[in-house]
């Protein structure tokens, strides 16, 4: 394990190495790190330095590292190889990434590679799945045993195959069409009669999902069950793979980055694969753009309320004061509940049947929140010596907005899911804007009532 | 496994069981499930009907439950247990969890509990270290085994103690100090010559934490290196503990949950370990209140703006429709680049050295978005036929207004780390109110150079 120090001293001592030529000798220092540093490492180098040093790599080496890099850092990579090399480093690579990589390049490229393959047969299954389900995440470098095989048999069988790294803890028991009966931990291997057979001390109620199943549900079911593994059956409940936990942390990973640029407005797609660094300005651009244009044209609609009031505004320049503040206090409770019921709904707290218990909570929250601002704010307008008519108009109409943004808030993330909608995009940014234009006419609304002058 | 559905139909028939007064035959339902669906159907159950068949829950059963349930969930249970009663299930649970529930009883109570658990000495070791760091999440179930043993005596010595499932894949090899030197996995116990050593067998680069390493990196090198479990050890190298996998993912929904209230401008202390539903309405109100005051005091600036522009806003009442448009557009340019820069910081990608790099990408894409909406805003103004000069000072103003956003989101929550300020509270909600108000002031600045009438 290296701090984030050590690995910048490495990188600069392999750039050194690379300017006196000394490529060997940067390939060794790489080389030397664990697998993880090395791509960290490897990302700090420019893109000559990276051409450099990276066909030197051993197959193993080359394998490794790309496992760790991110998905198009890779395929810049992968340039730099001859087909001959791609197609041993794959044969390294664990059979998921493998695909993973696969799918990624060329359609052409990727059959010349694939023939050239030895283990072929351990990747192409894999090849039909996308990439967001149990199927596009497994791997094929699972054990399946027979019923009847004793302990023995199987611990003599995990020698002769001298299994990876990767390879699961578990042992899954299958019978003669393959389908999934049981599953059997390393740890009972190792401390149970080595006479007994699988079916002896298998666990029958194995957790599975199938090869469609959405990639955030497998990653609930084995955070819920907390599983190393998951088997991974197709319809007939044959078993074709299994999902290894550090699938797992990558796509919770990725969920949570995917609500966090869907609230802030930003187009996820696209950017969960790469790292901040290697979104060129064109994809920032493009993946915002729709967002603030869509937002703008919004936002148009609290002109337009504007305009219809324009003789008020000119009656009481005054009441133009309190817009952006009451706008602003609509938005952030909104923002507020947004945040509270759309994390609710990702640990699946909130589900879409609990839709009028959560709106009576944010309601009664709304309006308690609502009050207790309502009342600052008429002490500040006195305070500001705004008439007590206006300081009274904007009091109630931030006590209205806030129960109203509450209300609206806490419904819209529930009511998108209920008609498969992804939540957070039709939460965050929408919602404030819809709140800024009724917030508006309650406050115009508001202020004909109460106002003698308009 | 079971899907909603079917714990809602359990959860039902356990209902319908208790109101019938057969309480023996919920508590039978309920042993029947999954631990993990357990606490599901549980927390499903009123308060009435929890205290009713919690307390006829089996040792066994009543440890399993704890464990998935919140910690204020927990505490309410526990209530309607007997001393002996609890310090049986204490026993039974995982060291940590135990630990955990420990250190949230009152400390009488606490200390009276512990005085008489049979297993106190594996708990006490824990009970010193903070929540949040790699002490308060390991647990003390590991198995540490000295270099001269042989894998014949180790796997005799797992047969003996018969390992609960909790304990981890790996037997951790230390020396005559206790001092950490060495990692064996189960799967090298299997595969390897009985007769080895376990110095012969281990691998000497262990990855570890030390007692006091917070739990964001606890769960960073976890997820780096793809471990399963972690040896934490102490200041003189000795092995004090192990951190698994199971704890590392409610980790990481933790500080998602975090960065994504904390965007939401809601404070999460305190919200974590509750559900969505346990949280009551003052608890509520309580965390938004503060944000809400806040951010509606610094709000009041954008009305301190416009009060001192009051003579420009009467002479062109229609400088006003366009001031919600353009704090929204400020607003939402400011939050994409926060959600970004933010994600990038919790990714580890974006590091505090970096801020130069982020500033002037993210000058260059506010520059371009800021270009291309300026040219939809001026079309649009001519579509509503305003003035052609105050089209062309809405347009400009857009430009600036965004590039000024998207600079000051970038460098804030990167400041505000530097100075070991958490990043999501300065950011999120502050940085829109701040935007807000220079936003006016640049537009009426502008105003002033470009409207003859001003």
Redesign the interface.
């Known amino acids: 394990?290296a701090d984030?120090n050590e690995l910048e001293q490495i990188a600069y001592r392999i750039q050194t190495a690379l300017q006196n030529n000394q490529v060997e000798e940067a390939s060794t220092l790489l080389q030397e790190l664990?697998p993880?540093d090395q791509a960290d490492v490897f990302q700090r180098l420019n893109d000559r330095e990276q051409s450099l040093v990276f066909p030197t790599l051993s197959v193993i080496a080359t394998a490794d590292l790309l496992e760790e890099l991110e998905d198009d850092e890779v395929l810049e990579a992968v340039e730099d190889l001859s087909i001959e090399k791609l197609a041993d480093v794959l044969d390294e690579m664990e059979p998921d990434e493998a695909a993973d990589l696969l799918g990624d390049l060329p359609p052409e490229q990727a059959s010349e590679v694939l023939a050239q393959m030895e283990d072929a047969e351990e990747v192409k299954p894999l090849l039909g799945y996308p990439d967001e389900t149990a199927g596009g995440l497994m791997t094929t470098w699972y054990i399946g045993m027979r019923r009847q095989t004793t302990i023995e048999q199987a611990?003599e069988f995990?020698?002769q195959i001298?299994?990876e790294t990767e390879?699961p803890?578990y042992l899954y028991v299958i019978d003669r069409e393959k389908r999934l009966v049981g599953v059997v931990g390393?740890?009972s291997?190792?401390?149970s009669d080595p006479k007994k057979t699988m079916e002896s001390v298998m666990d029958p109620?194995v957790?599975?999902v199938t090869a469609g199943t959405d990639q955030e549900e497998v990653a609930e079911?084995?955070?819920?069950?907390?599983l190393?593994s998951l088997p991974v059956v197709d319809h007939q409940h044959r078993l074709i793979g299994v999902v290894t936990?550090?699938d797992?942390?990558?796509v919770?990973?990725d969920e949570?980055?995917e609500?966090?640029?869907h609230?802030?407005?930003?187009e996820s797609a696209g950017l969960l694969d790469k790292?901040?660094?290697e979104q060129n300005?064109f994809n920032?651009?493009r993946s915002?753009?729709i967002?603030?244009?869509a937002?703008?044209f919004a936002?148009?609609l609290?002109?337009i309320v504007?305009?219809n009031y324009?003789d008020e505004?000119?009656t009481v320049?005054?009441l133009?004061?309190?817009?952006?503040?009451l706008?602003?206090?609509g938005?952030?409770?909104g923002?507020?509940t947004?945040?509270?019921?759309?994390?609710?709904m990702?640990?699946r707290?909130?589900?879409v049947r609990d839709i009028f218990q959560v709106w009576w909570?944010e309601f009664?929250?709304g309006l308690?929140?609502g009050a207790?601002?309502s009342i600052?704010?008429i002490v500040?307008g006195l305070f500001?010596q705004v008439d007590l008519p206006l300081a009274i108009t904007v009091g109630i109409t931030i006590a209205v907005i806030?129960t109203f943004a509450n209300t609206v808030a806490a419904v819209v993330p529930i009511l998108a899911t209920a008609i498969g909608l992804d939540p957070t995009i039709a939460s965050g940014?929408m919602i404030?804007?819809v709140i800024?234009a009724s917030g508006?006419l309650i406050y115009f609304t508001l202020a004909a009532w109460i106002l003698p002058q308009l």
Chains 1, 2 share one sequence.
């Not at 947004?338 to 609710?344: D, E, L, N, Y």
């Open positions: 394990m984030q664990h993880a611990i995990l020698r001298e299994p390879v803890y390393l740890r291997l190792v401390v109620e957790i599975y079911v084995m955070t819920r069950y907390d190393t936990h550090d797992i942390t990558d919770m990973e949570a980055t609500d966090i640029l609230l802030g407005a930003v790292s901040y660094w300005i920032v651009v915002r753009f967002w603030l244009l937002l703008f936002g148009t609290t002109g504007l305009k324009e505004l000119q320049v005054a133009s004061f309190f817009i952006p503040l706008m602003g206090t938005g952030n409770a923002a507020q947004v945040a509270t019921v759309i994390r609710g990702a640990l707290e909130v589900r909570r009664r929250a308690l929140l207790m601002l600052v704010a500040l500001w806030t940014p404030s804007t800024d508006l």
